[in-house]
């Protein structure tokens, strides 16, 4: 695992527009890739994100990148504290979320989609994800045949030039209207897919979709430029009262 790894998959929860994002590694010594774990969240601890590994399996590790000041402020939204129960976690003003998270990852048979809750997801449509993943008859069209419903960026719009960011998202926006239109949907209320799979508001995800694309083009430009992990890092957190 390297920094590039974090540029390219974590760049909008480092830009502090995202609560958290989660990748994979490959590795071939345990102590090895904990080290770098454990440098990383040091260095950037002061930017108020922090680096954990959440599961580990045989040469790979599944690391979380996140803010705690954004999940603790995510996870106090009525819907999502709802979702959270319904999957058996203890709820109240001492409970540790991302404990109870870890435990399911490690110990679960399959894996607990209410993860999307951690990543900045919106709860509705973390509800609408579990739900077809719970239902084994939507779940077996959903695998049958990939959902019409499933839009991407169209093609031309991989490498945006300054200019044609709004061009590109009128493209996607466009192409995402017809879906509205579309009935008997295999995955049962999908709108569109991009980050996450979309079943609320479609056009708040869309330009989401667009400002995540936009910071993980700038942070990976400016990384091979020469700014280090920790300048790219947007300073966040709670601040603290004058006088303590």
């Known amino acids: 695992m390297s920094e590039e790894h974090v540029i390219e998959y974590c760049s909008p929860t480092l830009a502090g527009l995202k609560t958290g994002n989660l990748f994979s590694a490959k590795y071939d010594q345990s102590r090895d890739i904990m080290n770098r774990i454990e440098n990383l969240d040091s260095m950037l601890a002061k930017k108020g994100v922090r680096v954990i590994p959440v599961k580990t399996s045989k040469n790979r590790v599944l ?57 900045g997801y919106p709860p509705s449509d973390v509800r609408g994800f579990i739900s077809v993943g719970e239902d084994p008859f939507l779940l077996a069209k959903c695998r049958k045949r990939s959902s019409p419903t499933e839009i991407n960026a169209p093609r031309g719009c991989a490498r945006i030039r300054k200019g044609n960011l709004s061009a590109c998202a009128d493209r996607i926006r466009r192409a995402s209207l017809a879906v509205r239109d579309l009935k008997n949907s295999p995955c049962d209320g999908v709108k569109c897919c991009g980050y996450w799979k979309v079943y609320s508001d479609m056009d708040s995800a869309l330009r989401t979709f667009d400002r995540y694309r936009r910071c993980t083009e700038v942070y990976r430009e400016a990384y091979k430029k020469g700014r280090s992990i920790v300048q790219l890092a947007v300073k966040t957190g709670k601040k603290r009262k004058r006088g303590n």
Request: with cysteine.
């Open 63 to 119: 690391v979380y990148v996140y803010r705690p000041d954004f999940l603790e402020r995510d996870l106090k939204v009525p819907e999502a504290l709802a979702i959270l129960r319904d999957k058996g976690y203890v709820c109240g003003e001492d409970s540790d979320y991302l404990d109870q998270l870890i435990r399911h990852l490690q110990c679960d048979k399959t894996f607990p989609h209410e993860i999307g809750l951690f990543l």
